[in-house]
């Protein structure tokens, strides 16, 4: 038997389709400031992306946020699974930073985490879902081999995107947020530098409001108006 808020939330979604789900690392995860998810963060760049989306009339409603820090692909499949149960129109994935970062899978870094990736794309389409992905920025911290890594995954998804895979299917239904013009400064020497971040990975709320307001102005094509 399905709980009130999950049939609720089934039952919006067939009466108005301006539905999120956030799943991934912290730079999901970020977008609240408790456990209990009651108090929104200044620099959670979705809060700002929901915000200018009902300012224009077309307000974006998060139905659910199992984001965890830390965490790569390999661990998402319970938070793809949740964010389907949610019927959500628009599934949120962040990159695989985390994976980069720790290395994993040994030996496998870039297929392995673009294989699983593609795998729950897959998931979220086969359940009438459009999946939003990070373009992977990367991080102050990241090396050459890092900087490799995240530019031939980012390469080989645009592919998928493009494409799709030899399996009959035809290219995915997704939806890319590129935060890279709206938070990265220019550099000529092989290297990342964030703008506005307290770490070198995470945002600032000067971050957080840029990325937001210019990720609103890619997702609110998609949206439908508020009717009347």
Request: aromatic share 10%; charged share 15%.
């Amino acid at each position: 038997m399905q709980t009130r808020n999950a049939a609720f939330a089934l039952s919006l979604r067939k009466r108005f389709l301006n539905t999120i789900f956030y799943v991934g690392d912290s730079r999901n995860a970020m977008k609240y400031l408790d456990p209990l998810k009651y108090n929104k963060a200044a620099n959670g760049w979705a809060n700002w992306m929901e915000a200018y989306c009902r300012s224009q009339g077309r307000p974006l409603i998060c139905l659910g946020n199992v984001a965890v820090s830390g965490t790569f692909p390999s661990q998402w499949q319970a938070q793809v699974d949740a964010a389907i149960a949610s019927g959500a129109r628009f599934i949120c994935f962040t990159g695989i930073i985390n994976a980069i970062a720790q290395q994993t899978p040994v030996g496998n870094v870039v297929q392995g985490n673009l294989d699983l990736m593609k795998k729950y794309i897959k998931q979220v389409n086969d359940a009438g879902s459009t999946a939003v992905l990070w373009w992977e920025r990367g991080a102050n911290n990241f090396n050459s081999t890092h900087i490799a890594n995240m530019n031939d995954y980012n390469r080989l998804m645009v592919d998928f995107i493009q494409y799709g895979d030899d399996d009959g299917r035809g290219p995915p239904d997704v939806l890319v947020l590129d935060q890279t013009p709206f938070s990265n400064n220019t550099a000529s020497n092989g290297t990342i530098a964030l703008k506005n971040t307290y770490d070198g990975t995470h945002d600032d709320t000067a971050a957080g409001q840029i990325i937001g307001l210019g990720c609103g102005t890619i997702i609110l094509p998609h949206l439908r108006p508020i009717p009347g």
